[in-house]
């Protein structure tokens, strides 16, 4: 790990406004994350924790503050140069794997690399590679649905790493499965990140992930804050 910051967060504010009710779910909320890091945000449900990540992966805009990978403010950037630098630069995993039921495990982590117009032969090349990094390779032909839970979130973070992305931002990752399942799934993220230099941001409920974070905050009442460890 370099220590230099690969995203930084700084002075985000985030309020909703409902029927004679305004939230503040995210109050001057400020983050640096370190290449090669593992960045576990930990929180009660509903304190706002996808919000922020949303944030972070300039799906959502903050009422105020910036975000910044490499440097540049993602949310200057609109329509296709929003797209461009989210295709090439974000990863993105969520609690649902939303996999395409149609398509084999290969063809699902062929997506972004279409999209970002490579090669059908080249984009095939990087899914296969990434699919045996997660422990996949001997399912590239099989659909989500003959699939366990565990095996569709690898496909899902395969797809999330294919287009080499500077940072994984991961949406309660393992919610859906069971305790010994979801720690394969943390491992992974954790070799991942120690083996092939990648940077994670995970958000969930699940404490017991920090284990394998390098750094741990919770948010709660708007506010981000380190957990002494």
């Given amino acids: 790990m370099s220590g230099r ?3 930084e967060a700084h002075g985000l504010s985030r309020r909703y406004r409902g029927t004679g009710v305004e939230v503040d779910v995210l109050r001057d909320v400020s983050l640096e ?3 090669g890091q593992v960045v576990c945000i930990v929180g009660a449900s509903g304190v706002g924790k996808s919000t922020l990540l949303h944030i972070l992966g300039s799906l959502d ?3 105020a503050g910036q975000v910044a990978i490499r440097g540049e403010n993602i949310h200057r950037l609109q329509g296709p140069a929003l797209d461009r630098l989210r295709n090439a ?3 993105f995993v969520f609690q649902f794997h939303f996999l395409l039921p149609e398509f084999t495990a290969l063809e699902n982590v062929m997506m972004p690399g279409l999209v970002a117009r490579q090669s059908t032969a080249e984009a095939a090349r990087r899914a296969r590679q990434w699919l045996e990094r997660v422990g996949l390779g001997a399912r590239l032909a099989h659909r989500p649905g003959e699939l366990s839970g565990g095996e569709q979130q690898r496909v899902a973070i395969a797809r999330a790493l294919v287009n080499e992305p500077a940072v994984v931002l991961a949406d309660e990752p393992t919610g859906n499965l069971d305790d010994e399942t979801g720690e394969g799934i943390h491992r992974l993220i954790r070799e991942l990140a120690r083996d092939e230099a990648k ?5 969930t ?13 919770v948010l709660a009442e708007g506010r981000l804050s380190d957990v002494e460890r």
Avoid: S
């Avoid at 940077?199 to 958000?203: D, E, G, R, S, W």
């Avoid at 409920?205 to 741990?216: E, I, L, S, T, Y």
């Fill in 61 to 63: 805009r903050p009422d």
């Fill in 33 to 35: 994350v370190a290449e």
């Fill in 5 to 7: 910051p690969i995203l």
């Fill in 205 to 217: 409920h699940k404490r017991q992930f920090g284990v394998f974070a390098d750094r741990m905050l």
């Fill in 199 to 203: 940077t994670f941001v995970v958000v």
């Fill in 89 to 91: 630069t974000l990863g």
